[in-house]
Structure formats: structure tokens, C-alpha cells
């Protein structure tokens, strides 16, 4: 699963390419969420080489049944203030390959619960995912792991720390 959104530092040009390469060695079919016509926009440019379903304006209760029905999520930004949606993955028992982007280190542990690789890099993004798709200790390590963290991150505690973010704590 990936989220496709139109704006460049998402990173979902380099999602498709990602998940091309992990379709030539394991066969997928793939859940994309867009947002507008940021999907179709980027296809002009990478081709999918995968069967997918397309999913746009999708309610959080749609969201989570996403999350929760896939085996991996990739987050493929260069930059985030915190990046909400490889925890939300984590929430729902989905194993998360994410991007070294910046604000997933307040709660991404690479190997504990999520597979960390450097921004605007298909290849490695693509042999991530291959290792939780054909690895299934990783992949229920990283589950477990993800289940734990996101347990720990309540609203109250997100807002603890962007106050004190703010603050300059």
C-alpha cells in the first residue's frame, strides 16, 4: 500500500518505481490512495507495471480497512514535520517501510517497527519491501513492534510534544 499525493517531496513518482521493481520479484497487487488526479499525473510519468485499485477520497474508517488488509505500507517522502501515515499503518498491523524523512524519527525504530532507507531511493524502498514480503519473522517483528509504538502515541501525547517543540524544549 502507499499514499500517492500530487506534491514532489511525497515521493510518489519514486513509490511507482519502487513498486515496478518489487513487482519483477514478487508478484503484487498493489492499494493506492490518492488524493485528486495526483495518481494519474505521476503515471504519465512512471508507468505502473503492477495491478492496483485506486482508492481517492477515503474516509478514515476507509483508510484504516486499507491499512489493516495490506501486508506492507511505503512512505516514500524526502521531508516531513512529522509524517502521520506510516504510524496510522502501524495502528492497523500493517509492517511499514518508510523513508529516512525527518519526522518519523520521533517514533520509527528502523528493525523494530519499520524499515528505515534513505529518501528518493526506489531500489532500496523496493528490497525493503521484498524482505518483509518474503521474510515472515520480519514482517510479524515489525508488526508487533509497530503495534507497541503506536499504543504509546495518543493525541495527548502528540500534542505534548509539539508543544514543547514549539517551546523550544
Given at each position: 500500500m502507499?499514499?500517492?499525493?500530487?506534491a514532489?517531496?511525497?515521493?510518489g513518482?519514486?513509490?511507482?518505481?519502487?513498486?515496478?521493481?518489487?513487482n519483477?520479484?514478487?508478484?503484487?497487487?498493489?492499494?493506492?490512495v490518492?488524493?485528486?488526479?495526483?495518481?494519474?499525473?505521476?503515471?504519465?510519468?512512471?508507468?505502473?507495471?503492477?495491478?492496483?485499485?485506486?482508492?481517492?477520497?477515503?474516509?478514515?474508517?476507509?483508510?484504516?480497512?486499507?491499512?489493516?488488509?495490506?501486508?506492507?505500507?511505503i512512505?516514500?517522502?524526502?521531508?516531513?514535520?512529522?509524517?502521520?501515515?506510516?504510524?496510522?499503518?502501524?495502528?492497523?498491523?500493517?509492517?511499514?517501510v518508510?523513508?529516512?524523512?525527518?519526522?518519523?524519527?520521533d517514533?520509527?525504530?528502523?528493525g523494530?517497527?519499520?524499515?528505515?532507507?534513505?529518501?528518493?531511493?526506489?531500489g532500496?524502498i523496493?528490497n525493503?519491501?521484498?524482505r518483509?514480503?518474503?521474510?515472515?519473522?520480519?514482517?510479524?517483528?515489525?508488526?508487533?513492534?509497530?503495534?507497541?509504538?503506536?499504543?504509546?502515541?495518543?493525541?495527548?501525547?502528540?500534542?505534548?510534544?509539539?508543544?514543547?517543540?514549539?517551546?523550544?524544549?
Open positions: 502507499a499514499i500517492i499525493r500530487g514532489r517531496f511525497k515521493g513518482d519514486v513509490a511507482i518505481k519502487a513498486l515496478n521493481m518489487v519483477k520479484e514478487v508478484p503484487i497487487h498493489a492499494v493506492l490518492s488524493e485528486g488526479d495526483a495518481a494519474e499525473r505521476i503515471f504519465r510519468e512512471v508507468k505502473p507495471e503492477f495491478s492496483y485499485t485506486l482508492f481517492r477520497g477515503v474516509s478514515d474508517d476507509l483508510l484504516a480497512k486499507l491499512y489493516s488488509s495490506s501486508d506492507v505500507f512512505f516514500t517522502s524526502y521531508r516531513e514535520g512529522f509524517g502521520l501515515p506510516p504510524l496510522e499503518a502501524m495502528a492497523s498491523g500493517t509492517a511499514v518508510t523513508t529516512d524523512c525527518g519526522g518519523v524519527k517514533y520509527a525504530i528502523n523494530y517497527n519499520s524499515l528505515i532507507v534513505p529518501p528518493s531511493d526506489p532500496a523496493a525493503a519491501t521484498i518483509v514480503l518474503r521474510d515472515g519473522k520480519l514482517k510479524e517483528r515489525l508488526v508487533e513492534g509497530g503495534l507497541e509504538t503506536a499504543k504509546k502515541w495518543t493525541w495527548d501525547k502528540v500534542v505534548d510534544v509539539f508543544e514543547r517543540a514549539i517551546k523550544g524544549a
